[in-house]
């Protein structure tokens, strides 16, 4: 069963850098790609960043383009998701997600509140 194990979350002013941490219970080889997304309160589950599992690529949402970065660590089975120059609409759940061929999976979420 893979586990999706998000940290990192929390509160922070405008203007502000949080990074979050998703841990993997097995190699994120076994996956295509792994990614972050975000759900603010009414509103649908949105794609921040993705990245190939070999790092050979990354994507991002226009919206936070410039100010966020993904990254993974192989070897500790980790995704990160640095968060700079934060707004006050970055507010949101911020799940992890893993694609493999036939499934994904998903965390459980991390809370994400940016003050203005």
């Known amino acids: 069963q893979v586990q999706l194990v998000e940290s990192g979350g929390g509160l922070v002013q405008a203007g502000g850098s949080l990074t979050l941490s998703c841990a993997a219970s097995?190699?994120?080889?076994?996956?295509?790609?792994m990614g972050w997304y975000r759900q603010a309160p009414g509103k649908q589950r949105e794609l921040v960043a993705t990245?190939?599992?070999?790092?050979?690529?990354?994507n991002y949402a226009d919206s936070v383009k410039g100010r966020f970065t993904i990254a993974r660590d192989s070897a500790k089975k980790m995704v990160y998701l640095q968060m700079n120059s934060l707004k006050p609409e970055d507010t949101a759940v911020y799940y992890c997600k893993a694609s493999s061929r036939y499934r994904e999976y998903w965390g459980q979420g991390t809370q994400v509140t940016v003050s203005s």
């Open positions: 990245i190939r599992s070999d790092g050979s690529s990354t």
């Open positions: 097995q190699s994120i080889f076994s996956f295509n790609a």
